[in-house]
């Protein structure tokens, strides 16, 4: 059991510029959730996929946004034209169907618009 | 809709102390109830779970109870130590939503600082 990966751990854009997160959850896990996480404050649900399915999108996610999880194992979040409200940890997280309150998350990629 | 509210930080204790960060919740229905833990530079850790009414959770050292009447369900842990330094959030999962029972609403988190 490796845990949530995530990549890159750290990312500095300028505005305007579009950008990739890549999440690979713990192996056999179906569900995949993205949260963000401003300083000083709580995550907050972005979506989230079962196997390749993405079943749910918080208004949060503009539609400069996308998340896809093609095969139903990694997923990626890109964030087209940033802007500085962007800046944020964007946490990925995973869990068992059959665990469903057992979610484990990785360490975040930090994104830094200038 | 759903919210979580937690006790402003930093809290600032001395080893050895004694540690409640309080949380209440709004949510139609029945949530489950977690506290998780943020060391710095690592992600969001599961430290504990409820998922019912008067049910307790425990995990090193610290204890949370589900109370359905005060819609609460405070931390507490009776001897911190230093390495305990770190940010707590509760949080609480929809139990209405198409991710029912996983999609997580979390409060503002609460700085916890443990001086030797």
């Known amino acids: 059991d490796t845990g949530v990966s995530q990549d890159p751990r750290h990312k500095i854009t300028k505005r305007g510029q579009n950008v990739t997160f890549r999440c690979d959850p713990i192996s056999e896990h179906n569900r995949l959730y993205w949260y963000r996480q401003t300083l000083g404050q709580g995550p907050e649900f972005l979506t989230y996929f079962q196997n390749e399915a993405q079943l749910e999108k918080s208004r949060l996610l503009s539609d400069r946004f996308s998340a896809e999880r093609p095969k139903g194992s990694f997923s990626t979040l890109e964030i087209q034209r940033t802007e500085q409200g962007d800046s944020a940890m964007y946490l990925c997280a995973s869990s068992l169907v059959v665990q469903a309150d057992t979610i484990y998350f990785g360490e975040g990629s930090w994104l830094t618009v200038v | 809709g759903n919210s979580v509210t937690q006790m402003e930080g930093p809290v600032t204790l001395s080893e050895e102390a004694f540690l409640t960060i309080n949380c209440t919740y709004t949510a139609t229905g029945y949530p489950s109830l977690f506290w998780y833990v943020q060391y710095p530079g690592e992600g969001l850790q599961l430290l504990l779970k409820?998922?019912?009414?008067?049910d307790k959770g425990s995990n090193k050292g610290f204890e949370a109870t589900y109370r359905k009447e005060t819609t609460s369900f405070h931390l507490e842990k009776g001897s911190v130590q230093v390495s305990d330094s770190a940010v707590y959030f509760c949080a609480l999962s929809d139990p209405f939503g198409k991710a029912a029972g996983n999609k997580l609403t979390f409060g503002g988190g609460t700085r916890v600082l443990v001086k030797p």
């Open positions: 409820a998922t019912k009414a008067d």
